[in-house]
């Protein structure tokens, strides 16, 4: 993908995640809850999966341990009359994300410079520096993935 693809996907990202909210899980899980809510025992759930009842039992069990897989999850919830949706909600836009993450990589590459500078007795001011630090950020957000990620 171009460098303009790439923003622009992070712009519609952005934008079709920015009213979701992360929601807190039943404490006994939404299988159970579900279930429950429809008034349907674990026997009848089983039936309906074409499974034995421990394996429901064993299912809300791993879903509220956390280890239970989306296939599972998708069987359950067609089985409840119910669509499986997940999604990765971010802290924080993707398009700052990656903003500050140039910033961040730019303040690493930097550190570098100042400190041999400083030892050649060419001291910056903070206003240098940071002016410095913008640039390269800038240069990384144009050069893309490889230099915005990087680990040195």
């Known amino acids: 993908m171009t460098k303009l693809t790439n923003k622009l996907r992070r712009r519609q990202l952005d934008q079709t995640m920015k009213h979701l909210e992360p929601i807190e899980a039943p404490p006994r899980g939404y299988i159970h809850e579900i279930r429950g809510a429809l008034e ?4 009848q759930l089983a ?12 299912m809300e069990n791993s879903e509220r341990n956390g280890t239970i897989t989306l296939r599972s999850l998708e ?10 949706m997940y999604a990765l909600v971010p ?22 410079v100042f400190k041999t500078m400083a030892l050649e007795q060419q001291a910056t001011t903070e206003a240098d520096r940071n002016e410095l630090i913008e640039e390269l ?3 990384i957000l ?7 990620w990087r680990n040195d």
């Open 40 to 43: 349907m025992s674990s026997y």
């Open 47 to 58: 039936a309906r999966l074409g499974v034995r009842q421990s394996t429901v039992i064993d």
């Open 75 to 84: 069987r359950a919830a067609e089985a409840l009359g119910c669509r499986l």
């Open 91 to 112: 802290e924080h836009s993707f398009e700052q994300t990656v903003k500050e993450q140039a910033r961040r990589r730019a303040q690493e590459i930097s550190e570098t």
């Open 137 to 139: 950020a800038a240069d």
């Open 142 to 148: 144009r050069k893309g993935k490889r230099d915005l």
